[in-house]
């Protein structure tokens, strides 16, 4: 079963610095891209960025998380992370990590963690 696992999520101050964890609970970890997702209150769905099974590209949404959030994986660890820096208000919400296929990692990823909240406050 292809479960992915989030941690890391908490509260914390805008400025602050925070790092998920995603745990992958399959084995050979390395067959899918890994992407992080977040769903603000009273918002849909975002893609954050992903980063491919390679562990050679990353890509996120758009240049203003480019810089501030970073990606990144550790096979060996069955761990994909995501840093959080600067972070402000307009950031809070819950962060989803997922895995699937290079087409669909982007939209549609096959398989979704539970979610972890992250919560700045001012």
């Known amino acids: 079963q292809v479960q992915p696992v989030e941690s890391g999520g908490g509260a914390v101050q805008a400025g602050d610095s925070l790092t998920l964890s995603c745990l992958a609970s399959w084995r050979s970890f390395g067959i899918y891209a890994m992407a992080w997702f977040r769903q603000a209150p009273g918002k849909e769905r975002e893609f954050v960025g992903f980063i491919s099974r390679s562990n050679l590209n990353t890509y996120y949404a758009d240049d203003f998380m480019k810089g501030r959030f970073t990606i990144s994986r550790d096979n060996a660890k069955n761990t994909v992370y995501l840093q959080m820096n600067s972070l402000k208000p307009e950031d809070t919400a819950v962060y989803y990590c997922?895995?699937?296929?290079?087409?669909?990692?982007?939209?549609?990823?096959?398989?979704w963690g539970q979610g972890t909240q992250v919560t700045v406050s001012s």
């Open positions: 997922a895995a699937g296929t290079p087409v669909r990692i982007t939209s549609s990823p096959e398989f």
